[in-house]
């Protein structure tokens, strides 16, 4: 048989790493199984936006908050595994319970928490023929860097608040923002739509996008035909960069016996508690695949998600455990990395005095 661990998590976002290092923390074997080739989750899709409402932590781009997570998450040295899809968790004879995966493995686990977010997301791509062989040049599906539209003319599809985000944050950036939608009204957050609305970019409503005209090496989009619903006519739009925001694929295909099925809601995310209790033993959960009254859908909340369901997971496999884990500044787990901490710190501090000094 396969090693057991004591808490296996499904998916590496936020959530999924917060619980790893909390579950470190509680010295829980910890193993992480994770759909994508990286860690980080869907922070890592706006590398460039900056994250500011997180408790005790400076506005920071999102890039570096992800690489903060995965470092932080990788504390304890939890077993890693990556571009491994969970299809099926069951149970075995002895009361473990064990993830398939789509590479035939099979992960042993006393507990289970279940942190894949929305899913394995994937961007809904543009449905005209011929559209893919644009990915490479100037069709893009988020924006790995802003300094990429700098002074050109950015057409951008979608009313969501990824497509109205991005079209604030280029503002400043772009030659000139042209916003699309194919409804009537944007279903933005009201304070995005207002600030593009008061804006100079040009916003058309209940225009699609009908044809994508190259240039003359057949390598870039040039041109964008665009079909006004209204008048019922076409019209063209000389562009540089295009950006499609039309919302994401979800892969729910995760499944479970039905003696061993976790109630859904929305056939989807797990209904549970403030505590990460799903309806079955041994089954927690964090972070936005769980629901209950109450319910922070903000990154904090994902933090406290993961801490409760560590601390439940704990008591299910020793119900003697503590219910909490020992604070940080009281934990000795960190006396010994603290020490190097502050000794590494001091020493910077010394060399900037002597350097200061010596230019003085």
């Known amino acids: 048989m396969a090693e ?28 992480i199984i994770e759909y994508q080739s990286n860690l980080g989750g869907k922070v890592l899709l706006y590398p460039e936006k900056m994250i500011w409402d997180v408790g005790g932590q400076p506005p920071t781009l999102g890039e570096r908050f992800g690489k903060q997570l995965i470092e932080q998450g990788l504390t304890f040295d939890p077993t890693v595994c990556l571009d491994t899809k969970v299809e099926r968790i069951e149970k075995d004879e002895h009361g473990s319970f064990v993830l398939l995966t789509n590479n035939g493995e099979k992960h042993f686990s006393k507990t289970v928490v279940m942190a894949n977010g929305g899913g394995i997301i994937s961007p809904l791509r543009l449905e005209l023929e011929g559209a893919e062989k644009y990915e490479m040049a100037n069709l893009h599906y988020t924006v790995q860097s802003l300094n990429r539209f700098r002074d050109k003319t950015v057409l951008i599809s979608g009313g969501g608040n990824a497509a109205v985000d991005w079209a604030v944050e280029l503002l400043p950036i772009a030659k000139k923002v042209i916003v699309i939608y194919r409804k009537d ?28 005209v190259s240039n003359q090496e057949k390598t870039a989009i040039e041109e964008v035909v665009l079909q006004v619903e209204h008048t019922g006519g076409n019209v063209s739009l000389k562009v540089d960069e295009v950006l499609i925001n039309h919302g994401y694929n979800r892969d729910i295909s995760l499944e479970f016996p039905q003696a061993l099925q ?99």
Do not use: C, W
């Not at 944007?186 to 009908?210: D, P, R, Y």
């Not at 109450?294 to 409760?308: E, I, M, S, T």
């Open 185 to 212: 009204t944007l279903s933005a957050h009201e304070a995005q739509v207002e600030q593009l609305k008061e804006s100079n970019a040009e916003l058309l409503l209940n225009t699609t996008i009908e044809t994508l």
């Open 262 to 360: 976790p109630e859904l809601v929305d056939d989807y995310y797990f209904k549970g508690d403030s505590t990460g209790k799903t309806s079955q033993p041994g089954i927690f959960a964090a972070g936005d695949i769980l629901t209950f009254e109450g319910k922070v859908n903000l990154l904090v909340g994902a933090f406290q998600d993961a801490v409760n369901a560590v601390n439940q997971a704990k008591q299910y496999i020793d119900p003697k455990a503590d219910k909490f884990g020992m604070v940080s500044s009281h934990n000795e787990t960190f006396v010994e990395r603290n020490r190097k901490m502050i000794s590494k710190l001091l020493e910077q501090e010394h060399e900037y005095q002597q350097s200061s000094v010596t230019n003085k």
């Open 4 to 31: 057991l661990y004591d808490l296996t998590i499904v998916g590496g976002g936020p959530a999924g790493l917060y619980t790893a290092f909390y579950a470190g923390l509680r010295n829980m074997k910890t193993k």
